[in-house]
């Protein structure tokens, strides 16, 4: 690579709104764990789920209750993987989670939210 080129990488952030609880945050992650078939990309080492603090709790949507959010990242070298449809797949595994939560414990699940988050490496 050429000095000052720069490479963007992408994530994927997942929160839940103000109701989450620290449970509601770490069944969320296991359930992507396990989600086909982001399952056998964690598997291969193409892509890491993990919790971390909120990072921008004043942007629009409210972060998790706990401050707390999901991060999906890509790991280095798995180009292969569209972005565009790891993203639909992690959507729909929020929604997923939402409608099995519904089904399990009384009340409304969370909101989730998902979004890409660019960042540019030097």
Same mark, same amino acid.
């Given at each position: 690579? +050429?000095?000052? &080129?720069?490479?963007?990488?992408?994530?994927?952030?997942?929160?839940?709104?103000?109701? +989450?609880?620290?449970? &509601?945050?770490?069944?969320? $992650?296991?359930?992507?764990?396990?989600?086909?078939?982001?399952?056998?990309?964690? $598997?291969?080492?193409?892509?890491?789920?993990?919790?971390?603090?909120?990072?921008?709790?004043?942007?629009?949507? +409210?972060?998790?209750?706990?401050?707390?959010?999901?991060?999906? %990242?890509?790991?280095?070298?798995? %180009?292969?993987?569209?972005?565009?449809?790891?993203? &639909?797949?992690?959507?729909?595994?929020?929604? +997923?989670?939402?409608?099995? $939560?519904?089904?399990?414990?009384?009340?409304?699940?969370?909101?989730?939210?998902?979004?890409?988050?660019?960042?540019?490496?030097?």
């Amino acid at each position: 690579m +050429a000095e000052g &080129d720069e490479v963007a990488t992408q994530d994927i952030r997942v929160r839940l709104d103000g109701s +989450a609880t620290e449970s &509601d945050v770490g069944a969320l $992650r296991k359930w992507l764990e396990r989600e086909t078939p982001l399952d056998e990309l964690v $598997r291969a080492g193409r892509l890491q789920i993990h919790e971390r603090s909120s990072t921008d709790p004043d942007e629009t949507g +409210a972060p998790m209750g706990v401050g707390m959010e999901i991060v999906v %990242a890509m790991v280095s070298g798995a %180009a292969s993987v569209a972005f565009r449809d790891l993203l &639909d797949q992690v959507k729909g595994a929020v929604e +997923a989670w939402r409608e099995n $939560r519904r089904e399990v414990e009384d009340g409304e699940p969370p909101e989730g939210r998902v979004d890409p988050v660019n960042h540019r490496d030097r």
